[in-house]
């Protein structure tokens, strides 16, 4: 069974820094393509970034571009979100998807969220 | 960045009733789209990739139509479980954009 559980989220105030995980079983990981999806309170989904299955390859929306940096350890089945710089619209649940082999893949399985809130 | 327009962004509807939501994009995409359900306080569902690819496990009265910069998705036949909210997104270029998203709620 496909699972992807997030953790690491919480309080941060603004301007602070905090590291999303993102754990995952029950499928060869180090194959596919991973994401990070956001959604503000009461607001739609947001892209946030993706990366290659074997992490050489990462992109970004334009509203983290250059403050969150995505990584992936194959060897603990691992991705993480370092998030640095973050302001109030930061503040969202952070899901993980998980995406195909293919660059342009759908998203077929989602971690179940992790809030973080930027507030001082 | 691609940006995708859904419409409408709300409905209101009863069981039983065919609905169709729609999805514009800013440029072609060609079929690099996905539907999405989502229920309060839930992740997101994929319904529907590569435009009209139902996927596994999801009911036969979900389809999705469409290709380049218009696209539907359309419930057949409206059941209870069936209202949520629906987004769109497309997987053509990168940031891979959601549209604004659909309710579906009951009349």
């Known amino acids: 069974e496909v699972q992807l559980v997030e953790s690491g989220g919480g309080l941060v105030q603004p301007g602070g820094s905090l590291r999303l995980s993102c754990a995952a079983s029950?499928?060869?990981?180090?194959?596919?393509?991973m994401h990070w999806v956001r959604q503000a309170p009461g607001k739609g989904l947001e892209y946030v970034s993706g990366?290659?299955?074997?992490?050489?390859?990462?992109n970004y929306a334009n509203s983290v571009k250059g403050r969150f940096t995505l990584s992936r350890d194959n060897s603990k089945n691992r991705i993480y979100l370092q998030m640095g710089s973050l302001r109030p619209e930061d503040m969202a649940v952070y899901y993980c998807?998980?995406?195909?082999?293919?660059?342009?893949?759908?998203?077929?399985?989602w971690g179940q969220g992790i809030l973080v809130t930027v507030s001082s | 960045d691609i940006q995708l327009t859904q419409s409408p962004s709300f409905l209101s509807a009863s069981v039983g009733d065919r609905v169709t939501i729609t999805c514009r994009a800013s440029?072609?995409?060609?079929?690099?789209l996905a539907w999405y359900q989502q229920k309060p306080g839930k992740a997101p569902k994929l319904l529907i990739y590569?435009?009209?690819t139902l996927q596994s496990g999801v009911p036969s009265r979900f389809s999705g139509s469409g290709s380049g910069t218009e696209f539907t998705l359309t419930v057949s036949s409206l059941q209870p479980e069936d209202f949520a909210t629906y987004y769109c997104?497309?997987?053509?270029?990168?940031?891979?954009?959601f549209g604004g998203g659909t309710k579906v709620e009951i009349k």
């Open positions: 029950g499928f060869s990981f180090s194959t596919y393509f």
């Open positions: 998807a998980r995406g195909g082999e293919d660059l342009f893949d759908y998203f077929d399985y």
């Open positions: 997104q497309q997987l053509r270029i990168f940031p891979f954009t």
């Open positions: 440029q072609g995409i060609g079929s690099y």
């Open positions: 590569a435009a009209s």
């Open positions: 990366i290659s299955s074997n992490g050489a390859s990462t």
